[in-house]
Nanobody, 124 residues
Framework: QVQLVETGGGLVQAGGSLRLSCAAS????????MGWFRQAPGKERDFVAG????????YYSDSVKDRFTISRDNAKNTVSLQMGSLKPEDTAVYFC?????????????????WGQGTQVTVSS
């Protein structure tokens, strides 16, 4: 069992930056691939970024590539999402998730555990 808690959301102006963190409790955090997803009102939950167990490989959606950076610290059981050059269309609830299975990081159905989400609002 893994419990995930996201922090760091808030209100920021367009062009600004924000850093989200996700703290994991439970055993074997380093054996889980981690992902960040987001969901805007009335829309599907979409993949944002993913990172492999070792942190060597990262994946991004086209909409955030070159603006967002995912990282993890297995010693501290945390995964982070550094967001820059924020746009109003980045406004959403952001979720972190953990998966033990292989497969594509953008596939939300492969994730076993989810956090409760944190709101990010980007004003124009």
């Amino acid at each position: 069992q893994v419990q995930l808690v996201e922090t760091g959301g808030g209100l920021v102006q367009a062009g600004g930056s924000l850093r989200l963190s996700c703290a994991a409790s439970g055993r074997f955090f380093s054996s889980y691939g981690m992902g960040w997803f987001r969901q805007a009102p009335g829309k599907e939950r979409d993949f944002v970024a993913g990172i492999t167990t070792s942190g060597i490989n990262t994946y991004y959606s086209d909409s955030v590539k070159d603006r967002f950076t995912i990282s993890r610290d297995n010693a501290k059981n945390t995964v982070s999402l550094q967001m820059g050059s924020l746009k109003p269309e980045d406004t959403a609830v952001y979720f972190c998730a953990a998966k033990s299975r292989g497969g594509r990081y953008f596939a939300k159905e492969l994730y076993d555990y989810w956090g409760q989400g944190t709101q990010v609002t980007v004003s124009s």
